[in-house]
């Protein structure tokens, strides 16, 4: 087998990854199942105890299907689980350490395709509660323009509602 094969397959996964990681995020987690883990995100007076959240779950449930894969799956499924664990180490640094700066020294992204992403989900988390969110992917973010035209026609900011936006976790 080539090298373009199981590439392809890392690569294709990847981009499948963030499809399904858009839909558990947005009618999962968002949703009336997922929500009393993900809360824990979103509130910014949560109990963050060691700096985990029960948001982290998710992440521990994904590792667990990938560490399956590896370790049941042989051919094609094995160049799947590398995918997806690519996918977790870009979600990872995006979401956790860029986003959330989850890590021991503070950048933000001043401009590029970084800085949407940062202030895409930093709009995800303008809202109060599960309702009414925008940007539920991790590495694509819809243009900033259209995000913000979403929020102001919900009502659903933070602000609207006479609260102070979510600060930086």
Known sequence: MSWLVPLAIVLATVVAMELVAYSVHRWIMHGPLGWGWHKSHHDEHGDHRGGFEKNDLYGLIFAAITAGLF??????????????????????????????????FRAIPRKGYLRRVYQAHKMHHAVEGRDGCVSFGFVYAPPLDRLKDQLRRSGALKRDAGKAPARDR
Request: with cysteine; hydrophobic share 60%; proline share 3%.
């Open 71 to 104: 370790i049941l799956a042989s051919g094609w499924l094995w160049w799947v689980a590398v995918g997806m664990s690519v996918y977790g180490v870009i979600y990872l640094l995006m979401h956790d350490c860029l986003v959330h700066q989850r890590w021991p």
